[in-house]
């Protein structure tokens, strides 16, 4: 198993581009989320999904949008980018959406110029 | 507002000295309380669940426990390989949203 995956590593940005986080995971896990890793903030919720064609809206939504059309992938699109997205994104995935835990891929660090 | 608060944000501490780091949580109807070690660079990595005041669980030199209104993970004899940022974070019932502390950044030194 390769657990749950993400693509680019490393990216960097224009103010205004736009672009796709990958994410993927092959445990077969109805829920995946999305976060976003600031310094003295903590992990913040993006978007979740809780199954194919489910997706809601968590803690900092705006500026992104996620599809979720496979169990398996869950991308996360940034249609205008912006210095304020400048962060490293981890995507997660979990066996249950109420209370098991999630395992993370390793990390997309995103700077946007 | 549902929340988790973690403390202290950094320590340090000798080889050998054990301490307790502390996660305190308002959140309303508490499913389930977790801990995650975070290497630099990596994503976190799963460490306990806890879902009921007074449960306990170990794992190696960690000990995580639950109060009605927080958690402590207890580490005992440290070494420098648990040297990390370890992050509490609570979900609660009807929802699916994880709520992430800021976490405590531990150094231990040899």
């Known amino acids: 198993n390769a657990g749950v995956t993400q693509t680019p590593k490393f990216q960097v940005l224009k103010t205004g581009q736009s672009m796709t986080l990958q994410c993927a995971q092959d445990?077969?896990?109805?829920?995946m989320s999305w976060y976003r890793q600031d310094p003295g903030m903590g992990l913040r919720l993006i978007h979740y999904?809780?199954?194919?064609?489910?997706?809601d809206q968590g803690e900092v939504p705006n500026g992104y949008n996620v599809s979720r059309s496979t169990t398996e992938d869950f991308p996360l699109r940034l249609l205008s980018a912006a210095p304020s997205q400048t962060s490293v994104y981890f995507c997660?995935?979990?066996?249950?959406?109420?209370?098991?835990?999630?395992?993370f891929g390793p990390g997309t660090r995103l700077t946007v110029l | 507002e549902d929340q988790v608060t973690q403390s202290p944000e950094a320590l340090r501490l000798q080889e050998g000295e054990s301490s307790s780091l502390n996660c305190s949580y308002t959140?309303?109807?508490?499913?389930?309380l977790f801990w995650y070690r975070q290497d630099p660079g990596k994503g976190p990595e799963f460490l306990f669940t806890?879902?009921?005041a007074g449960e306990e669980k170990e794992k190696e030199r960690l000990k995580a426990t639950l109060t009605k209104k927080e958690s402590f993970l207890h580490i005992t004899a440290p070494k420098p390989e648990d040297s990390a940022t370890y992050l509490c974070?609570?979900?609660?019932?009807?929802?699916?949203?994880?709520?992430f502390g800021t976490g405590t950044r531990l150094k231990v030194l040899a």
């Open positions: 806890l879902y009921s």
């Open positions: 997660a995935s979990s066996d249950r959406p109420d209370g098991n835990e999630q395992f």
């Open positions: 999904s809780v199954g194919a064609g489910i997706t």
């Open positions: 974070a609570g979900t609660t019932s009807g929802t699916y949203k994880y709520i």
């Open positions: 959140v309303s109807g508490l499913r389930g």
């Open positions: 445990m077969n896990h109805e829920y």
